[in-house]
């Protein structure tokens, strides 16, 4: 894994992202806004539990989908 690569969000994982969590803090957030955690297979679960639970948790999406959803059209 290069230096660059993202990491899972979960406190001392150093594993690569294969998931991210979209979440906000109603309290905090407007309701289109979206911060994300990075999880890797391990923690998936762990971490969306913690940001559903508070009803933070907006959207789990595979990494790489998340990746091609920002990614300038081609063409």
Same mark, same amino acid.
């Given at each position: 894994?290069?230096?660059?690569?993202?990491?899972?969000?979960?406190?001392?994982?150093?594993?690569?992202?294969?998931?991210?969590?979209?979440?906000?803090?109603?309290?905090?957030? $407007?309701?289109?806004?979206?911060? $994300?955690?990075?999880?890797?297979?391990?923690?998936?679960?762990?971490?969306?539990?913690?940001?559903?639970?508070?009803?933070?948790?907006?959207?789990?999406?595979?990494?790489?989908?998340?990746?091609?959803?920002?990614?300038?059209?081609?063409?």
């Amino acid at each position: 894994m290069s230096e660059d690569a993202p990491i899972c969000s979960a406190k001392g994982c150093r594993a690569a992202a294969a998931w991210v969590l979209a979440w906000n803090n109603p309290k905090l957030h $407007t309701p289109e806004r979206r911060k $994300t955690w990075l999880a890797c297979a391990e923690h998936r679960e762990h971490l969306a539990r913690f940001l559903d639970v508070r009803g933070f948790l907006k959207d789990v999406v595979p990494f790489a989908e998340w990746e091609a959803r920002d990614a300038p059209p081609t063409g």
